[in-house]
Each structure stands twice: as C-alpha cells, then as structure tokens.
C-alpha cells in the first residue's frame, strides 16, 4: 500500500503514523521523492480495520497495491517521469536519445577520437564508456578507473556532452557520480542491494540496467529500492536476459518492454550491443528497439573494433555507426519520435 500525504503536513505528523504503524508490526518506510512525501507498507498490509481512519487528516490518498514494486507503478504516478539533462537530451518524452561509445576507456587517444567523431556527425548528447569494468573474468581488462574518469572528464569539457558510465560497487560511488551525469547500474549488480540503496541518496539519474537472469517483478523491485531511498530519476535499462539460445550472446526481450511501458511511468532504454553479442546484428536489433517508441538506446561504438579490449565481437565501428543512425531516424520518425 501507499499512503501518499497531504502537501505541507508537518515532519511530527509523519512521525505520529510512521510510530503508529511500527507498533502495530507494519513494516514501512517513509519516502520523500520530490515535493511528494509517502509511506509506502509492504503488500500483505491491508487496512481492513479502518486503521488508517485516525490520521485522514494527513492522508491524500491511498492506493493499496498487491505486488512488492509499487513507486515504480503507474498506480503510484500515471504520467511519465521526465529526466531533462538540461541539453537536449529528455528521456520520457517524444525523444529516443542515443546514448553512444565505446564500452570501456582504454587511452585518452581512442576515448577522444570516438568521442570527437560522435559529435562532429551526430551531435551526439550522451557519451557513454566504463572506468570501471566488472567484467567476469578476474584475466581480462577490468578498465582505466580514477584515469578513466578523468578522461571522461576532458570528454565532457572539451565535447560538451553529458557522461554515462558504470559503477562496480560502492567503493567508488562518490568518485563516479561526482564525475557522470548518468550513473550506470550494471547487469550484474542489479542485486547488489546495498548499491541500490547508495544511489538513491546521490543527486543523478540512475540507469538501471536488467540483470540477466532477472524477471520483470525483481527488475521492478531493484527500481523501488532506489526510489525509495529517496531517486525518483532511474532509467531502466533491457540488456537481454540469458534463455536456452546460444547463437545469441542473451535474448533481447522486447514483450518485457511493451508491458514495462504500461505498467511503469520510469523512462525505458534499450541495448542491441550486449543482447545480441555480435556487430554485425546490431543495426538491425537497434532499428527494432527504435520502432518500440523507447526513451533511448545505448550502442557500442569504438574507432578500431578489432583492438578493443572489451567486448570487440559487437562494437561497431564509427562509420557502421553512422550507417545504422540513418536508418533509425528514419524508424523514428514512422512512431512519430526524434532521434536526439
């Protein structure tokens, strides 16, 4: 259940329903997202005492929910939340924004080169490549880190455009948050609970990436533990999930974004790059991804794919990358979208 409170109700107030509840062994928490103050019970509380009845006077409203993801919900906010990067790029409007470059930093000279070609042709608005690198195995490249970021820091100053990039764990949360203007949930820590909870205490939209092995219930889920700690910006983010098809490096699950489209009013982006595993593809899953009306999508693109210490088998070069631009403002254009 969500209890949403009346605006302007005093802190003390709060507190008096909150300790009510507490007593009466409701688990709970309060949550303040934006000028919107609510205290959000788990799903077994139903109020069918007429509890709540004693403090109407702070109570707007209730929206008593059956599953555990409930800010997520469009029963919990029906229109959609807008994140305005504040230079043309909007996720959850009319805009599908790319979000582009390689998958990790691996010398000021490749970071800038791919970096100066994605605006010079395409104005490109979010720049996109990891520092840090949870890569599977403990052998490969697990990135630049603290120099990484700082390479992506003269991105930034010399480009001017905004920085999406990875976070591994908490350890170097306020490095990479002070740095990016998107923080990046990777597939593999979606369940990293205590993570979940930091970045709904940092001041930056959240890209929140599906875990491979996640269905779309603790996907929801991973999003309340932000929103609930206080985040209302988070992107989710459909990467593929792992089934029985090997061809493919995961399944891009596109009736998982129909349905997340409906149920939730948080901006929705896609990956062709990881879902597919393999370049050649990738233009074609993007230009199915772009026909799903979503909020952005996020490509691997590298100046020299053949060199690229990770992920090379689905980074497409940067001229392939404009080939495939074509074709998706075009497909954006048929849904009655921009391409940003």
């Known amino acids: 259940m969500i209890i949403k409170i009346k605006k302007n ?10 300790y009510a509840l507490k007593k009466k062994e409701i688990e709970h928490k309060v949550v303040s997202l934006k000028d919107r103050t609510s ?17 109407k006077s702070i109570i707007e409203s209730c929206v008593d929910l059956k599953s555990d993801y409930q800010l997520s919900t469009r029963k ?12 043309g790029a909007v996720f959850g409007s009319d805009k599908t924004v790319m979000i582009a470059g390689p998958c990790a930093i691996e010398s000021e000279d490749q970071i800038m080169r791919a970096a100066e070609y994605l605006v010079a042709n395409h104005g490109i608005k979010v720049f996109r490549a990891g520092a840090f690198k949870p890569r599977t195995s403990p052998y490969t490249f697990q990135g630049l ?7 992506l ?5 010399e480009f001017g455009v905004k920085i999406a990039t990875e976070i591994k764990d908490e350890t170097h949360l306020d490095e990479v948050s002070d740095c990016a203007d998107i923080v990046q949930i990777g597939t593999k820590s979606m369940y990293i609970f205590n993570m979940l909870q930091s970045c709904g205490k940092i001041k930056k939209p959240v890209i929140l990436k599906r875990g491979f092995m996640a269905t779309i219930k603790e996907f929801l889920q991973a999003a309340d533990f932000i929103m609930s700690n206080g985040n209302p910006d988070v992107i989710l983010c459909e990467r593929g999930i792992r089934t ?10 596109i009736c998982s974004t129909a349905l997340l489209r409906e149920v939730s009013h948080l901006p929705i982006i896609l990956d062709p790059s990881h879902a597919m595993g393999k370049t050649a593809q990738v233009p074609l899953i993007a230009q199915a991804s772009a026909a799903m009306e ?3 999508i996020m490509i691997e693109a590298h100046p020299e794919p053949a060199q690229a210490k990770c992920d090379k088998d689905q980074a497409l070069s940067l001229e392939e990358y404009t080939k495939m631009v074509k074709k998706l403002e075009s497909v954006c254009k048929a849904v009655g979208r921009t391409l940003e």
């Open 9 to 18: 109700t005093e802190e003390e107030q709060v507190y008096k329903l909150s």
């Open 39 to 55: 205290i959000v019970t788990s799903s077994c509380f139903k109020d069918e005492g007429k509890f709540l009845e004693q403090f």
């Open 76 to 87: 919990y906010q029906s229109e959609n939340t807008i994140i305005d990067l504040g230079n």
């Open 145 to 151: 880190e603290t120099e990484g970021l700082e390479l």
């Open 153 to 157: 820091d003269k991105v930034r100053r």
């Open 244 to 253: 029985f098809e090997t061809q493919t490096r995961f399944s891009l699950d």
């Open 294 to 296: 979503v909020d952005g």
